[in-house]
């Protein structure tokens, strides 16, 4: 269906979908991004020298509230999502699964 045969609250309703449907994927990137921040401090920390590993320690614990924080993020949009779709969103809950 072309958007001019549309009425002005399915217009209403599309754009909204797709703005939801947006800021999942951004969210997901974002969480994305936080789980390679988590991966990269966790070896910093690991190849770091006993007397030394105070510091990175403190990093890949602030790297793993930031992941926290952004899959909850996540995890909230896609909530929305699934309450819009009425159902679970495919792959949303199979957080460890990587595309």
Known sequence: MHR????AGALSDEWARE???????????????????VRDAYGAWSRASVGESALPFAAYGAALDR????AALYGSVIGRVERLVGA????????ATRI
Do not use: C, N, T, V
């Open 4 to 7: 001019s045969a549309l009425g």
């Open 19 to 37: 703005r939801l449907l947006d800021e999942a994927f951004k969210r997901y990137l974002d969480w994305r991004a936080e789980s390679d921040a």
């Open 67 to 70: 992941e926290q924080h952004a």
């Open 88 to 95: 679970p969103a495919a792959g949303a809950r199979q957080g």
